[in-house]
């Protein structure tokens, strides 16, 4: 099986732009989250999505935000970019909503604002 | 804001040692996940624990699970150069799938 896809990898943008990255989980997987790594925050949890809903979000500004497509396929968009934003971010895919379900992640999308 | 906390922050070995690496969380969980990252790049699930088992055990690794403590270690027996990488562990405390990481460890293995 296809692992979970992310894109584009890298990214650059300016601030005030907005950008949105694509995430494609494994095929039967119809949980999707996103999560942020920068290096003064480590990883943290923006949302999750099942069944085009959004069922989880963490403490983000409303700038975040993201779909989750019929196919699984999920997108985050950010708007208003802003320097702090340079980030790596990561989309996990799982079979289902539930605690204790694996969570497959993606390679990631590296996204630079000047 | 992160809720584990992960110890050593970095870990220097020769190749063949052993290595091992503990979490601690605050709250309450249901499951504890470990995962391997290599330069920045996407997270490898490695081991999943649930809250109650004690321990587990995958190929060379083997992670315990103390919830009286709140804590976790993970052991990687017979260290190998190509698990120089960074470690996380993860909890998920609330229905659904987010996971709340540790600040990770970062292990060097030495060939």
């Known amino acids: 099986k296809a692992g979970v896809t992310q894109t584009p990898r890298y990214l650059i943008k300016t601030r005030g732009q907005q950008v949105t990255l694509s995430c494609s989980p494994i095929?039967?997987?119809?949980?999707v989250s996103w999560y942020q790594q920068t290096p003064g925050q480590g990883l943290q949890f923006l949302f999750e999505y099942f069944s085009e809903t959004q069922r989880n979000k963490g403490n983000f500004p409303g700038r975040f935000s993201g779909r989750q497509f019929s196919n699984s396929r999920s997108e985050m968009n950010v708007s208003t970019l802003e320097l702090g934003d340079s980030a790596l971010y990561l989309c996990?895919?799982?079979?289902?909503?539930?605690?204790?379900?694996?969570?497959?992640f993606g390679p990631g999308t590296r996204l630079t604002v000047t | 804001s992160q809720q584990g906390e992960e110890d050593p922050q970095a870990l220097s070995i020769q190749e063949g040692e052993n290595a091992t690496m503990n979490c601690s969380y605050k709250?309450?969980?249901?499951?504890l996940q470990w995962y391997r990252q290599n330069s920045g790049r996407g997270l490898v699930h490695l081991i999943l624990i649930r809250s109650n088992e004690r321990e587990k055990h995958s190929g060379r690794l083997r992670v315990t699970l103390d919830t009286s403590k709140k804590s976790s270690s993970l052991l990687i027996t017979a260290s190998r150069a190509a698990d120089t990488a960074s470690y996380f562990c993860a909890t998920d405390a609330e229905y659904g799938n987010k996971l709340v990481f540790g600040a990770g460890t970062i292990l060097r293995v030495k060939s």
């Open positions: 996990a895919s799982s079979l289902a909503q539930g605690a204790g379900l694996e969570q497959y």
């Open positions: 095929s039967g997987h119809r949980s």
């Open positions: 709250t309450s969980i249901n499951n």
